[in-house]
T-cell receptor, first 113, second 114 residues
Framework: KAGVTQTPRYLIKTRGQQVTLSCSPI?????VSWYQQTPGQGLQFLFE???????NKGNFPGRFSGRQFSNSRSEMNVSTLELGDSALYLC????????????FGPGTRLTVT | DQQVKQNSPSLSVQEGRISILNCDYT??????FLWYKKYPAEGPTFLIS?????DKNEDGRFTVFLNKSAKHLSLHIVPSQPGDSAVYFC?????????????FGKGITLSVRP
């Protein structure tokens, strides 16, 4: 079974721009969660989508948004990028019955200059 | 407010010996606990989990112990191997609250010396 895939793997953007990251979950997994990893704050939960609906949301500004499609693929969008948004963005998928066991993709390394 | 704490940033052990990684939590609503291993430039890899109704779960060389009264869990790796050298994250979930969010500790870097 293929794992979680994320595209692109690396991205460089300029302050003020917007960016869209993509995640394809493990086949059969309907829950997709997004996390931000930075050296100072560690791994922090952004949001979770289940059956195309946002089910949980972390403590991030509204510039961070996401969506999920009918095939469970998910996208995350960050608008008006700031230098502090530079981070590793990780997507994780889980099956409905054991959603606490989340399987992570390799991440997208975003650098904002 | 850090709800999951890994107070030791690093641990170094000899190959073949036991590695014990510790984790403390403050939120009594957490009911599932997980350990992840992470190599640089890769996403975290799920290792092992434990429900709050259990006090031990074993999978091969990995055993997780949970002391609910002390709000403490630990991961034991026996025997430790050089390939175990990585960053280990403890995570917790309030799953029965239908909240699949994982709260992570800051991680501990394990180095296994040959």
């Amino acid at each position: 079974k293929a794992g979680v895939t994320q595209t692109p793997r690396y991205l460089i953007k300029t302050r003020g721009q917007q960016v869209t990251l993509s995640c394809s979950p493990i086949s059969g997994h309907r829950s997709v969660s997004w996390y931000q990893q930075t050296p100072g704050q560690g791994l922090q939960f952004l949001f979770e989508y289940f059956s195309e609906t946002q089910r949980n949301k972390g403590n991030f500004p509204g510039r961070f948004s996401g969506r999920q499609f009918s095939n469970s693929r998910s996208e995350m969008n960050v608008s008006t990028l700031e230098l502090g948004d530079s981070a590793l963005y990780l997507c994780a998928s889980s099956a409905g019955d054991r959603a606490y066991e989340q399987y992570f993709g390799p991440g997208t390394r975003l650098t904002v200059t | 407010d850090q709800q999951v704490k890994q107070n030791s940033p690093s641990l170094s052990v000899q190959e073949g010996r036991i590695s014990i990684l510790n984790c403390d939590y403050t939120n009594s609503m957490f009911d599932y606990f997980l350990w992840y291993k992470k190599y640089p430039a890769e996403g975290p890899t799920f290792l092992i989990s434990i429900s709050s109704i259990k006090d031990k779960n074993e999978d091969g060389r990995f055993t997780v112990f949970l002391n609910k009264s002390a709000k403490h869990l630990s991961l034991h790796i026996v025997p430790s191997q050089p390939g175990d050298s990585a960053v280990y994250f403890c995570a917790a979930s309030d799953w029965t609250g239908a909240n699949s969010k994982l709260t992570f500790g800051k991680g501990i870097t394990l180095s296994v010396r040959p």
